[in-house]
T-cell receptor
Framework: DAAVTQKPRYLIKMKGQEAEMKCIPE?????VFWYQQKQSKELKFLIY????????QIDMVKERFSAVCPSSSLCSLGIRTCEAEDSALYLC????????FGPGTRLTVL | GDSVTQTEGLVTLTEGLPVMLNCTYQ??????LFWYVQHLNEAPKLLLK?????KRTEHQGFHATLHKSSSSFHLQKSSAQLSDSALYYC?????????????FGSGTQLTVMP
C-alpha cells in the first residue's frame, strides 16, 4: 500500500485561531489533493496540486484557507481563522495514477 | 458537469447475504470509475477500478462491471462478512481533464449484522 503521511492526527483549536496541518505525499506522486469529511460522510474536494502548483480549488479555500506545497515531499493546509463549521476530518491524498489517502487530521474547533 | 450518484445512504444486511451497492454517474467524457472503502477511523482505500465497458473487475471478494450504456458501476459481493461493514464511495475520474481528480458520490454506509 502507498504511504501518505499526515500530521498531526488530531488538532484542537478555539474559534478564531489559526490551524495548520501537513501532508507528506507518497514518493514519486506528482498530484496532491485535500478533502474535508464531516461526520464520516461525504468527501468534499478542497484543492488540487499538480507538481506543487495549485490547479483547482473551491471558493471556500480561496477565501479562508491557505494551501501550499513548498516541496514535492511536503504540502500544508491552513485555516486562517477557525470556525465551528470547520470541525472535520481533513484528508490528503496523492497520486501518480489512482489516489492514495493518508489517515487524516481530525480538527475540532471549540 | 460530472456527477456520481449513490442512492443508498445506509444499507444493513445479515452476514452471508449478497451485497449490492448502487452507483450511477454522469459524464460527457471518457472516464475511470472507482470504488473506495473506508473503515471506521481509517483512510479511504481503493477497492476496485475500471475504465473498460462490460468488463468485470474483482478484488477481495467484491466485483463490479462498468456499463457505459446505463452509466452504472454497481458494487457486488456474493456473501457479506462482518468485516465488510464500512463506508463505500463510488468515484469517477474524467480522463479528459489530464488529472486524476476524483468526483465522489455521497457514500453508502454498509452495516453487516451477525
Amino acid at each position: 500500500d502507498a504511504a501518505v503521511t499526515q500530521k498531526p492526527r488530531y488538532l484542537i483549536k478555539m474559534k478564531g485561531q489559526e490551524a495548520e496541518m501537513k501532508c507528506i505525499p507518497e514518493k514519486g506522486h506528482t498530484a496532491v489533493f485535500w478533502y474535508q469529511q464531516k461526520q464520516s460522510k461525504e468527501l468534499k474536494f478542497l484543492i488540487y496540486f499538480q507538481n506543487q502548483q495549485p490547479l483547482d480549488q473551491i471558493d471556500m479555500v480561496k477565501e479562508r484557507f491557505s494551501a501550499v506545497c513548498p516541496s514535492s515531499s511536503l504540502c500544508s493546509l491552513g485555516i486562517r481563522t477557525c470556525e465551528a463549521e470547520d470541525s472535520a476530518l481533513y484528508l490528503c491524498s496523492s497520486s501518480q495514477t489512482e489516489q492514495f489517502f493518508g489517515p487524516g487530521t481530525r480538527l475540532t474547533v471549540l | 458537469g460530472d456527477s456520481v450518484t449513490q442512492t443508498e445512504g445506509l444499507v444493513t444486511l445479515t452476514e452471508g447475504l449478497p451485497v449490492m451497492l448502487n452507483c450511477t454517474y454522469q459524464t460527457a467524457y471518457s472516464t475511470f470509475l472507482f470504488w473506495y472503502v473506508q473503515h471506521l477511523n481509517e483512510a479511504p482505500k481503493l477497492l476496485l477500478k475500471s475504465s473498460t465497458d462490460n468488463k468485470r473487475t474483482e478484488h477481495q471478494g467484491f466485483h463490479a462491471t462498468l456499463h457505459k450504456s446505463s452509466s452504472s458501476f454497481h458494487l457486488q459481493k456474493s456473501s457479506a462478512q462482518l468485516s465488510d461493514s464500512a463506508l463505500y464511495y463510488c468515484a469517477l475520474s474524467d480522463l479528459s481533464s489530464g488529472s486524476w481528480q476524483l468526483i465522489f458520490g455521497s457514500g453508502t454506509q454498509l452495516t453487516v449484522m451477525p
